[in-house]
């Protein structure tokens, strides 16, 4: 009985003499593994340092320092929530491991959770009052908690530009962050810079592609852009991802009822029916303020509809609305122009074609410059069809009978009792009926006229020609005519 409990006593002593060797051989290969680790490490090489980390974690998965070197080298591969995971069951294993808290801390830094950061940070410095790197990363922590507080505020303001700002410097601090990134494209979207937010949006997708916030954003850039039918597209695949995404799913709704409401616009417009076309642009403009390429369009579709109902200035107004929206909208530009021209506001046509010419530099809208600065120089003489009173396309007849009533209204015998201030206007604006009717009844010199030519040129200085002896030989030469008083103020024209 005693040899038995001996034997069996000596089995025992030999298993766990065995064990012991055993465990010792395993630790002595895992502090290999840790060592050759190191030396990876140390080159940089962080793939090959993995590697033997997690051997060695294979061999001893009790040791807290071999979890906290493998969730470095995940760090500075970029992997922060592997690394989380990693410095996470370091800190389990051993609590009074600080390295262990400062890269748990660390990696809760960089994926955006600062408060969580916070509470890492604080527990190194129980553990170290006097470590300096847990002192500096728990100011970054609070920092960028200031960080969210400001970008929250000033989202709410649309002061987008701010938040920018505030989520450039909070990156900085947490590089892995996905929603500080989504947070900054849907401000760079709201501000235009859509290459911008498409590239961190498209950045995001390319790790995740199922990330229902990155597919908002790229469906906005393009909402915003006017691509409307593809924008639809990402907020359904958003909305499938997350289907509570409240972002996703109003800017869905909005770009389906402008698309409907713009293409009914359209239709009518058309069809010719320019009231019902006004109103359904108008409805449209009401949908989603924040959309300024297809409001630019829907203003300047509404300002051609008011040039069809000859609503000019109206139509002026809604041109000027869509090029303060977008300053590179040329329709916008040349609806404006020919409106200007339409009105005679010819200075401002001009104008209008040479931010058009200076932006597209073709023969069409050289042209069109041209010959808005036509009319601006024809507009600056005097306007002889104005003066007689008839149309420019008037008939020869037309100009003689209104020649022969504005001359008699003005000839100075006619106003010979009035005061010489009312003489001497009478006189001007007879002289100036003179001078219309030898330009307007002489072919070559209407043709000249009409083309915007001077007629100073080839002998046609108009201070040379009397109006009375125009007036003479329209009227039948000396003799042929004279006013006399019928009474005062009242006047009989007599014809010999």
Avoid: W
């Amino acid at each position: 009985m005693t040899t038995g409990k001996t034997i069996a006593l000596t089995r025992r002593t030999f298993v766990g003499k065995v064990m012991s060797l055993l465990l010792n051989m395993q630790s002595r290969e895992a502090e290999s593994f840790k060592e050759q680790g190191n030396a990876y490490y140390a080159k940089k090489d962080y793939n090959e340092a993995y590697n033997y980390y997690t051997k060695a974690i294979d061999m001893c998965p009790k040791n807290a320092s071999y979890y906290g070197n493998r969730a470095a080298t995940l760090m500075m591969l970029g992997k922060f929530r592997e690394a989380l995971g990693d410095a996470q069951q370091s800190v389990r294993l051993d609590d009074t491991f600080v390295r262990g808290h400062l890269r748990e801390g660390k990696c809760h830094l960089s994926l955006g959770n600062a408060m969580a950061a916070c509470r890492s940070f604080q527990r190194a410095l129980e553990l170290d009052h006097k470590n300096a790197q847990a002192q500096q990363e728990f100011k970054n922590a609070n920092a960028v908690i200031e960080y969210e507080k400001i970008a929250e505020t000033d989202f709410e303001k649309r002061d987008f530009r701010k938040v920018v700002f505030c989520m450039d410097r909070a990156l900085e601090y947490a590089p892995a962050c996905h929603r500080f990134k989504i947070l900054k494209a849907e401000c760079l979207a709201m501000l235009g810079r859509y290459p911008e937010a498409q590239s961190v949006a498209s950045d995001i997708l390319r790790m995740d592609s199922t990330n229902a916030d990155a597919l908002y954003v790229r469906g906005l850039c393009l909402y915003y852009e006017d691509c409307i039918e593809k924008a639809v597209q990402f907020f359904v695949q958003a909305l499938r991802m997350a289907p509570d995404h409240e972002k996703a799913c109003v800017a869905c709704r909005n770009a389906k009822a402008l698309k409907a409401k713009k293409e009914d616009g359209n239709k009518a417009f058309k069809e010719g029916n320019y009231k019902l076309a006004y109103e359904l642009y108008t409805e449209a403009l009401g949908i989603d303020p924040n959309n300024i390429k297809t409001n630019a369009k829907l203003y300047c579709n509404r300002g051609t509809v008011n040039s069809k109902l000859r609503k000019l200035d109206d139509a002026i107004e809604d041109c000027t609305n869509a090029v303060k929206l977008d300053d590179t909208y040329i329709k916008a530009y040349l609806r404006r122009a020919q409106c200007y021209l339409d009105t005679e506001q010819y200075e401002e046509a001009v104008r209008d074609y040479e931010k058009v010419y200076q932006t597209e530099k073709t023969k069409e809208h050289k042209q069109l410059l041209k010959n808005a600065q036509l009319e601006l120089k024809k507009s600056k003489r005097k306007d002889y069809y104005k003066i007689l009173g008839v149309d420019k396309n008037a008939s020869e007849d037309e100009i003689k009978k209104a020649y022969r009533k504005r001359a008699l209204m003005h000839h100075p015998d006619r106003h010979s009792g009035a005061s010489a201030e009312v003489q001497k206007e009478e006189e001007k604006k007879f002289k100036e009926v003179g001078e219309a009717f030898t330009i307007l009844s002489d072919p070559k010199k209407k043709t000249r006229y009409d083309s915007g030519q001077d007629l100073d040129e080839e002998g046609m200085n108009m201070g040379d020609f009397d109006a009375n002896n125009i007036f003479k030989a329209f009227f039948g030469g000396p003799g042929g005519f004279s006013f006399e008083a019928s009474g005062p103020g009242n006047f009989f024209f007599q014809f010999g």
